[in-house]
């Protein structure tokens, strides 16, 4: 075979947001176009019109995006192939099913809608719940195979709604070698005569599929398992077309984190973690939570996904987008289902956030803040951020965990008040304020030296001391080193929070006796 320039595409059809097995395999088919130096592409496959969303086909746009992977052309992003929607190609694809039933490879089939659903509820009553129009069925059937010349144009000239099916030869085994399942060979009796044109003038996603594939010069289809099945007729309407066929790839499914069966929607809402990249709104006005607006990095994101599938061969697991695109290959997909693991996700968004930069941890903490409403504050951002980054999984943690950078000492944590503030601790710490007043450089090591000082003068226990240090400053019980947050309040905060703190809780446990 030749050489063709690698071109694959994402052919979701919008009719509902994308799922993370779909944004998946738009990744796989990124990574594969940038690994071989080719083009990636957006294709609507949007011939059922039956099932159209509204805001489907933006929301696929935005996600692709969000999650760093454009598209170099297709439906929103330009190029030479298009249009790349195939509503917007309709006239193209009748002049193909005309020239298979020129051909005798297709046919016309006259049957109503209710005669198909008599004829199976009646082979039902006979105990065969699965017809299908096939080989045997069609001679029964109201078809140009079964119904005289004349008859047929007859029906077509008075405008007879039909449909054009394929005719599926009897007894033929079908194979292809797909990239990750070795080789796939289906015999054409366990095939029916799958309808490629409907009624409406629309071409069925099969053939509008490999017609595009096709003209849009695909050469590898990467797409996801549950289309496994439908492949056989599309190796077969290469031949019938005497084209050659690109080579496919069937990705494993994306299972569910706790059981057997694919990941759906509703385990994100069952287990709480997002299954959409982005926040979605149903026509019901139901939200969907998305990776985004659950503080997810698009780089942890596509990190998540091209796991789901696929390894590196060895021990690494922090892979950017750039290092994906190097080693990404197909033959390191494997064939059998992915679990989903959320604790896994979590874990790798902590990895980058603990990546980033305190500074741009600082801005994304500025921008969390802005849009949600939040209480800023005068504190240096990037200090904070550095000493919170530690224990945070999201940016939204930084601000939780760090409440009283931003908001102050609303309230003292109870247990700790209970377990640890004793009668003379009121005492204690008034000594250690006016030491602490007289201290004037701020910075961690000296503030820590000049406390442990404190209580070794005193004959004091660290761990009987610094918890309620630790609750004048900050309210609550625990946190990363308090020396580290009394050098980000500096001094004029230090002493003020311990000022109030001493005397509030101090009434608050005098109430309590
Ligand atoms: N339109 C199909 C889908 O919604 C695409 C299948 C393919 O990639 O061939 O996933």
Redesign the pocket.
Known sequence: MSEKKVRV?????P?GPLHVG?VR?ALYNYLFARHHGGDFILRL?DTDQTRFVEGAEQYIIDSLKWAGISPDEGQGFGGDFGPYKQSERKAMYKPYADQLIEQGKAYYAFDTPEELDQMRDNAKKMGMPNWQYNSITRSNMKNSLSLSQEEVEERLKNGDPYVIRIKMPRDMDIKFEDIIRGWVSVNTNNLDDKVLFKADGMPT?HLA?IVD?HTMEISH????E??LP?APL?QFLYQAFEWEAPKFAHLPLILKPDGPGKLSKRDGDRLGFPVFPLNWTNSEGEVYSGYKESGYFPDAFVNILAFLGWNPGDERELFNLDELCKEFTLERVGKSGAKFDPDKAKWYNQQYLRQRSSDELADLLKGYIAENGLQNTSFEMAPICELMKERATFIKDIYEDGKYFFEGVTSYDEKTTRKKWKEQTTGIMTEWLETAKSIEDYSADHVEEQFKAFITSKELGLGAVLPNFRLLLTGVGSGPSLFSIAEILGKEEVISRMETGIAKITELKSQEA
């Not at 595409?9 to 059809?13: E, G």
Request: aromatic fraction near 16%; proline fraction near 5%; hydrophobic fraction near 25%.
């Open positions: 595409r994402f052919a979701p059809s009719t779909g395999t496959e996603y599929n594939d289809v990467i797409r996801g549950e289309w439908s599309h």
